[in-house]
């Protein structure tokens, strides 16, 4: 039997430290899975930069498509695998944008490039070419030259409020063990689910 903690977040959290003691590579790596307004679903990797107020938290454009696809439906899914350690986490639930202020607190940690990248991205849109990007960057550097970049109203971050979190442990012969914390009211189910 796992030894294994009652709290999901705890849980997870552990993992975390485990992959990142084995030296996993971007352990904090996570596919992000939404539905558009088509009902067409699309993953992408983005970074989990935090777990905090009950949910998981990442940053990116929210004018983009996966920006675009939460407003429209909040459902996603975030799925970390970290094969040194086998195992798996999924994460389902509904994603919320978090305040402007965790924004700007987390936006002012970020290497000046990375700031000057998020004004010049239209992320997700088609570009004439890469030139265009370019000229971009610089028309920005010199817009704020000798000051610090403020952060775009349309960059932020969203904070998923899981309403299951499934833990996958692979084991020889297929025999994995997934557990299941699914969240009723206020409290969490546990269970196990077949491999
Ligand atoms: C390792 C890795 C980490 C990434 N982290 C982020 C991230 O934290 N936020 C983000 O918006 N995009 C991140 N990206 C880029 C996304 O995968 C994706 O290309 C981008 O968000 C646009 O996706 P969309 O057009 O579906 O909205 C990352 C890509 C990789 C490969």
Redesign the pocket.
Known sequence: MIDFNKDPFEQFDRLLKEAAEKQIP?AN?MS?A?VDERGVP????????EVSQGGFV????YN??????IEYNSNVCLNFYWPAIWQQVRITGKAEKISAAESDAYFATRPRLSQIGAWASH??EVIPDIDWLSRRVQEYEKQFDGQSVPRPPHWGGWRVIPQEIEFWFGLTGRLHHRYVFHREGSLWKTFMRSP
């Open positions: 971007e790596a992000v939404t699309s993953v992408r990797v983005c970074y989990l930069k990442f940053y990116g454009n983009s498509h996966k920006g675009q696809s992320q997700s």
